[in-house]
């Protein structure tokens, strides 16, 4: 079992719709949590970072983290079509040098 | 540009052979990581420099897998008598050092092994 779980869908909405994407983890460990977007043949970007439990919100994303439940959450609101790509969680454990453990990725299309 | 260039985009190997893969981080980043994707995956950690320091290599998935930064500056990810489960796309990313600073990352280099 990996580490890190992400459902890598496709998942396909029409625009304006809001969109839930989510990863679970099995490392009580993970202190950092991130999301970043991948277009197609490029790196990944950071869209968001949260620390630890709580809600972070930016414009119209909202990230989530569920430390009890070992669950994180993305939200897009008003999803556009620029807005598709494929998102991936990634963790990093307290003292580990910053090394990322990634989720699969899960691939999201707008449709106008 | 400002960011993490990688070199070169695409590369085709013969099984067997040997590649060099080229990474240029973000002037003044001291750390320098380098990933392994497959097709289909989210990346893999391989290794991690601070400056000329190779800190973590715990991800190397063997010693045909070698890196080097030299001068804390440009690094090279080297891969020895190439395999096709090399087949992959291999990012690196830079960040200034200390807490928890982004990782930039550059556009990968794939890399097909026939």
């Known amino acids: 079992q990996k580490e890190v779980e992400q459902d890598p869908g496709p998942l396909s909405v029409p625009e304006g719709a809001i969109v839930s994407l989510n990863c679970t983890y099995s490392n009580s460990a993970f202190q950092y949590f991130m999301w970043y977007r991948q277009y197609s043949r490029k790196g990944p970007e950071l869209l968001m970072y949260t620390y630890s439990s709580g809600n972070k919100e930016d414009g119209r994303f909202t990230a989530q983290v569920d430390k009890s439940s070992k669950y994180i959450s993305l939200f897009i609101r008003d999803s556009q079509p620029s807005d598709s790509a494929t998102y991936l969680c990634a963790m990093i454990r307290a003292g580990n040098n910053r090394k990322l453990i990634w989720g699969l990725g899960t691939s999201l299309a707008v449709n106008p | ?114």
Do not use: M
């Open chain 2, 1 to 114: 540009g400002a960011g993490v260039s990688q070199s070169p985009r695409y590369k085709v190997a013969k099984r067997g052979q040997d590649v060099a893969l080229r990474c240029d981080p973000i002037s003044g980043h001291v750390s320098l990581f380098w990933y392994q994707q497959a097709l289909g995956q989210g990346p893999e950690f391989l290794t991690y420099f601070q400056n000329e320091a190779q800190l973590d290599k715990s991800g190397l998935p063997s010693d045909r897998f070698f890196a080097e930064r030299p001068e804390g500056s440009v690094s090279t990810l080297k891969i020895q008598r190439t395999q096709q489960e090399d087949s992959a796309v291999y990012l690196c990313a830079s960040s200034l050092p200390g807490g928890l600073n982004e990782q930039f990352f550059g556009p990968g280099t794939r890399l097909t092994v026939l």
